[in-house]
Structures are given as structure tokens and as C-alpha cells.
């Protein structure tokens, strides 16, 4: 039995599909948490046992982890809440209900930056691995995913892509770092969860086929829109006074500045690429497959 956390997010739904796939040759039952069981896709229906709630909740989880041998774990980040208790905060209930349960194995979501001189003041990345740290305090065999940033966070600027042309980050313009497909990301999720040879405590790294900077992705998105594409360094203040004008939390608002000055100073230049870290999809096919039909829809 496999436990899915937010089976209808951006990584959950790719890991669904390929469990949807796998799991039944390898003789392995499904099992989701998900708040809204109407958002599933149809290909799950009848085929997933489904706890409709929130994997926060205690009694949720309780009712989901009875019989479970392995469980997906991904936190969506709170940005009412600090970032510990976005992380650790979020997971502890989880943590009780691993060992009441006996759950030999999870995977979980995290990022790249342990072992980097920056890794101690990295906002939002820190508590992740803080996360990290809890969980394999319980002694549950524990696969944490470190990724990188996501080609999918473009999407967030698909509007001003298409109308102005640019697309911002807060990193130097020639800063090159590794990259990655959530669905490459759910590739490796699901090979873990299927084939639990595995023991004890590790990170596994997660990092597409190439680093790039800012200036490549431009490069590389001028080629595949047929239009210009710029990119805009925004200042870090400027960041943070836009976030606290959505009405953030302040404290997690410091953690994603953090977090980017911690990226801009290396924090994902830690692992080697290796064809064990390397991960298939690159930024070209992306654009090409995903961001241009929104970026031009």
C-alpha cells in the first residue's frame, strides 16, 4: 500500500498517472489524501482508496497510514505561517502517525542545499531540510527528493511573457544552476516507492540535464516562442516589499528572500550532475511542450 499526499498538485498529480501505470504489475494498492476527491482525474476513479481531508490533520492521517507501507510526502508551504511551522509544524502529526502505524518507507519532497556553506540561512530551504531531519528522526527508512527550482515556476509569468516579453527572478543574469521538470521529479518518487530495497536515511538529487542561467532561458525561450524574451533581475527588497503587499506572513515572507540570496550565492551548486542526478526532460523540450501552448494559448 502507497500513500499519495496531494495527489492533485503540480508533482502529485505527474507521481499519480505513473503509480496509476505501475502499481498494479508490482502488486501495490494506492491510497490518496486529498481535500477535494472531485479534482482526481477520472483515471484514478475506482482505483485509488481515497481519505478526503487535509494531511495536516491528525485523525486524517491516521485513517490513511493504517496498512500503508510507504507514503509520498510533499508539504505545500503555508505563507500565513513561519517557515518552521510551514515545515515541521506541518509534518509532526505525520511523524506520530509514521510510527504508530509502522510505515517502513516515505519520500519526500525537498530541496537541494545540505552540506553548502549557505545551507544555515536559506529561509524557506532550511526548514525543508529541518523537515527532512524530523522525519528521519523516526527512524522510517527516508528518500528526500532535492530539488532544484522548477521549470513549471514560469508559468507563473506566462502573461507578462506574452504581453511584455520578460520574465524576473532575483539571481544574476549569468548565475547558471540546475533545473528540473516536476514531472522528472515524480519519475524518481515513483521508482522509490515501487522498488523499497532501499534503507536508512539519504537525499536524492534531482537535477535535470544542464545548469542555466537566466540569459540561457531567455535564449532558449526566444528560439521556442518566436518572440523576444528578457530577463529582469528584481532587487530583493523589492521582492520582499511586493510579497508583504500580498499579505503574507512576514516571516515567511524573509524566508523566501532568503532563500534567493542563498541561490544567488550557491546553494544549488552543491551535488555534481552525475547520470544518477541527471534527470531526462531539458528546459528546450519543456518550452516547447508546455510553455509555449500557454504562453501563446
Not at 155 to 170: P, Q
Request: proline share 6%; hydrophobic share 45%.
Amino acid at each position: 500500500m502507497i500513500v499519495i499526499t496531494a495527489p492533485t498538485g503540480n508533482i502529485g498529480r505527474h507521481l499519480l498517472s505513473k503509480l496509476l501505470e505501475s502499481a498494479p504489475t508490482a502488486g501495490e494498492e494506492l491510497r490518496v489524501i486529498v481535500r477535494d476527491p472531485a479534482r482526481l482525474p477520472d483515471a484514478a476513479r475506482g482505483r485509488v482508496g481515497v481519505i478526503t481531508g487535509s494531511h495536516a490533520d491528525a485523525e486524517v492521517l491516521d485513517r490513511a497510514f493504517e496498512g500503508a507501507d510507504a507514503v509520498f510526502w510533499l508539504v505545500p508551504p503555508d505563507a500565513s505561517l513561519a517557515p518552521h511551522d510551514a515545515y515541521s509544524g506541518f509534518t509532526r502529526p505525520a511523524v506520530k502517525a509514521l510510527a504508530v502505524h509502522g510505515v517502513g518507507h516515505v519520500v519526500g519532497v525537498s530541496a537541494l542545499g545540505r552540506g553548502t556553506p549557505v545551507a544555515d540561512r536559506a529561509g524557506l530551504v532550511t526548514a525543508s531540510l529541518a523537515m527532512d531531519d524530523l522525519i528521519a528522526g523516526t527512524g522510517v527508512a527516508y528518500r528526500a527528493l532535492a530539488s532544484p527550482s522548477f521549470f513549471e515556476n514560469l508559468l507563473e509569468e506566462s502573461d507578462s511573457i506574452r504581453d511584455k516579453g520578460v520574465f524576473t527572478d532575483t539571481v544574476d543574469a549569468d548565475r547558471k544552476a540546475p533545473l528540473v521538470a516536476v514531472a522528472d521529479l515524480a519519475a524518481a518518487a515513483a521508482d522509490l516507492l515501487l522498488d523499497r530495497s532501499w534503507t536508512g536515511t539519504d537525499s536524492v538529487p534531482v537535477l535535470g540535464p544542464e545548469d542555466l542561467s537566466p540569459n540561457d532561458r531567455a535564449r532558449i525561450m526566444t528560439a521556442q516562442l518566436g518572440r523576444p524574451v528578457r530577463y529582469e533581475r528584481q532587487p530583493l527588497d523589492e521582492l520582499y516589499s511586493t510579497l508583504i503587499g500580498y499579505g503574507l506572513n512576514e516571516a515567511f515572507v524573509q524566508g523566501v528572500v532568503d532563500m534567493k540570496r542563498a541561490k544567488d550565492e550557491g546553494l544549488d551548486a552543491g551535488v555534481a550532475r552525475t547520470p544518477d542526478t541527471a534527470s531526462p526532460t531539458g528546459f528546450e523540450q519543456w518550452c516547447a511542450q508546455t510553455l509555449k501552448p500557454a504562453v501563446l494559448s
